[in-house]
């Protein structure tokens, strides 16, 4: 049984002002968003994790997309500096939560720009994103903070996708799963190819559970063959803004 916490923010009445950067703006329909955040939220509690709220930001459209503002690595929360300056007030909830928490708190300082979307932690090796929202000293202050941690972070160039974590993620036994032509793969271990945008976007849950978005069936499919359990969740006017379902909350692991 997870006893661990996962950090989730409420969408924003302004959500559907929220920043689309790679493909054209339609409308949201901000009601139904709120309706697929509480079944998000429960299936992270069905999964084991304990909900907790991140302050509201109401005057931030972008702000239900937690994950940018906050790395968790074991004991260690890295605030980050978003590429957005739009949404660096969304800091400081992020801030609270983390130290309500009572993990070890440190910052990216300018000139660094980081969102936490573009951070792969698959063991002790973090991939991240670096070229859209994420810049090289981001990524050199966030190499140095996770080395305290004993982590090996490599840099990802991108290719016309928001986030590394838009295109890559990693199943619960560390295989890659992406849309290859949207990353330089060199920069990358051998990877599982899909062909579905929402399939290359998942969460482990702990044991063999992981989150995906309902707009990806052939993908749930296929990770049910490979022996995982597929945790299946509609996220449609996320999707809507570029969101996928690790932008929607921050795991904290429990430390042992």
């Not at 309706?35 to 304990?50: E, I, K, T």
């Not at 000139?111 to 936490?116: A, F, I, K, N, S």
Request: hydrophobic residues 45%; negative net charge; glycine residues 8%.
């Amino acid at each position: 049984m997870i006893t661990g916490a996962a950090l989730v923010r409420v969408p924003s009445s302004r959500l559907a002002d929220g920043i689309v950067t790679h493909i054209a703006r339609t409308p949201v329909d901000v009601e139904l968003a709120r309706r697929q955040h509480d079944d998000y939220r429960a299936a992270l509690d069905g999964a084991g994790w304990s909900v907790v709220d991140v302050a509201p930001a109401d005057d931030c459209p972008d702000s239900v997309f937690v994950e940018d503002t906050l790395v968790v690595c074991d004991d260690l929360a890295v605030l980050t500096r978003p590429g957005a300056k739009e949404r660096r007030p969304e800091i400081a909830g992020a801030r609270a939560a983390a130290e309500a928490l009572l993990l070890d708190v440190v910052e990216i300082r300018a000139p660094g720009t980081l969102d936490g979307g573009d951070v792969l932690q698959v063991g002790d090796r973090v991939y991240v994103g670096v070229g859209g929202r994420t810049n090289k000293e981001g990524f050199e202050q966030l190499q140095r903070h996770l080395a305290t941690r004993g982590r090996t972070a490599s840099p990802v160039a991108l290719h016309g996708v928001l986030h590394l974590k838009s295109a890559v993620t990693a199943l619960p036994d560390g295989t890659l799963v992406a849309l290859p032509n949207l990353v330089d793969i060199q920069a990358l271990p051998q990877l599982l190819p899909v062909e579905e945008e929402g399939g290359c976007h998942l969460v482990p849950l702990g044991d063999e559970r992981v989150l995906i978005a309902a707009s990806a069936p052939r993908t749930a499919d296929l990770i049910h063959q490979l022996g995982f359990a597929p945790v299946v969740v509609d996220i449609s006017e996320y999707e809507k803004l570029e969101g996928c379902v690790t932008c929607l909350s921050v795991l904290v692991p429990p430390i042992s």
